[in-house]
């Protein structure tokens, strides 16, 4: 009866939901039900909330900066300190923010890593900025290149570490990831709860965070 099910599903996600979860999830689910059609967007906080309020999507996939939309959590990704191998602080296991507040910092756009934006904010601090950049990649990519040091999702992190080194702050800072859905749209299509469905029960049966 699965294989007699079709539909479209629109997701919006994070670059790191894209990469790290989404293809495996997708994969498995295309098995059960290989006839829904699944149109999958990559964006920013910011680019998810528009694309809901254009109903773009049905779904995102991120983490929850306002109220407009209705949030289920998912699981939480820790963030890390990331550096290049070499730096100085490498040496350290767990970090304290303060001992980070005079390194040369590339600082991710509150649209893609609004967390980090709140940790300096909660505990007073001023980072010493060298760089304001987008792209997660290119922050991974500048890190490697020692041009400084950044907080990231450890969820970032998991595939090509070398170059890098990833320490935990002393301080317990996570990212919420969770559903974002508009509930006056597309919630009873029976395509997207499926897909919802499925994606809780991977993430419950699949402890890779």
């Known amino acids: 009866m699965n294989r007699l099910e079709t539909g479209e599903i629109r997701i919006g996600a994070y670059s790191s939901i894209t990469i790290n979860l989404l293809p495996k999830i997708l994969g498995e689910f295309k098995k059960l039900y290989p006839f829904i059609t699944i149109h999958l967007y990559e964006g920013n906080a910011t680019e998810l909330d528009r694309w809901l309020e254009e109903d773009k999507i049905d779904f995102g996939i991120g983490t929850s900066h306002n109220e407009k939309w209705e949030f289920e959590l998912l699981f939480e990704n820790q963030i890390v300190i990331v550096m290049n191998n070499a730096?100085?602080?490498?040496?350290?296991?767990?970090?304290?923010?303060?001992?980070?507040?005079?390194?040369?910092?590339?600082?991710?756009?509150?649209?893609?890593?609004?967390?980090?934006?709140?940790?300096?904010?909660?505990?007073?601090?001023?980072?010493?900025?060298?760089?304001?950049?987008?792209?997660?990649?290119?922050?991974?990519?500048?890190?490697?290149?020692?041009?400084?040091?950044?907080?990231?999702?450890?969820?970032?992190?998991?595939?090509?570490?070398?170059?890098?080194?990833?320490?935990?702050?002393?301080?317990?800072?996570?990212?919420?990831?969770?559903?974002?859905?508009?509930?006056?749209?597309?919630?009873?299509?029976?395509?997207?709860?499926?897909?919802?469905?499925?994606?809780?029960?991977?993430?419950?049966?699949?402890?890779?965070?």
């Open 87 to 209: 730096h100085q602080l490498s040496k350290i296991n767990r970090i304290n923010l303060k001992e980070i507040e005079s390194e040369e910092f590339i600082l991710p756009y509150t649209n893609s890593h609004l967390e980090v934006h709140q940790i300096f904010k909660k505990e007073q601090m001023q980072p010493n900025i060298a760089y304001r950049v987008k792209g997660d990649e290119t922050i991974i990519s500048m890190v490697r290149q020692n041009l400084g040091i950044s907080l990231l999702a450890e969820l970032l992190l998991k595939n090509d570490t070398s170059g890098l080194a990833i320490r935990p702050l002393e301080e317990d800072v996570s990212r919420k990831i969770g559903y974002l859905i508009h509930t006056k749209k597309h919630l009873q299509t029976p395509a997207i709860l499926k897909m919802l469905d499925f994606i809780k029960e991977w993430m419950n049966n699949n402890k890779c965070l």
